[in-house]
């Protein structure tokens, strides 16, 4: 079983950029994959972003490719969401989830964490 805890989450200008980092306990990090995701007011909840165990595959939403990269450091049990060229539509509460690594891409999360709130002002 792995806990995670997100973090990063702020408000910033149109343009801008911010790093969330989510940190997981556990000491078999690097077999799980991981994701991001995010969901803004009266919205559902939406997939941004998965990387594998050893962080050599990635898959993105078409609406954050080129803008965002998610990475992992697995020395340090945390994964991170590089935001770029940040745009109103981006706010939201961003969760980061992890499942345990059998079949790439993950189709389901098991494990969330409760989320950080980024807010990008127009």
């Known amino acids: 079983q792995v806990q995670l805890v997100e973090s990063g989450g702020r408000l910033v200008q149109t343009g801008g950029s911010l790093r969330l980092s989510c940190a997981a306990s556990g000491r078999t990090f690097s077999h799980y994959f991981l994701g991001w995701f995010r969901q803004a007011p009266g919205k559902e909840r939406e997939f941004v972003a998965a990387i594998s165990g050893g962080g050599f595959s990635t898959r993105y939403a078409d609406s954050v490719k080129g803008r965002f990269t998610i990475s992992r450091d697995n020395g340090k049990n945390t994964m991170y969401l590089q935001m770029n060229s940040l745009r109103p539509e981006d706010t939201a509460v961003y969760y980061c989830?992890?499942?345990?690594?059998?079949?790439?891409?993950?189709?389901?999360?098991?494990?969330w964490g409760p989320g950080t709130q980024v807010t990008v002002s127009s």
């Open positions: 989830a992890a499942t345990y690594a059998s079949g790439w891409p993950p189709r389901t999360f098991d494990y």
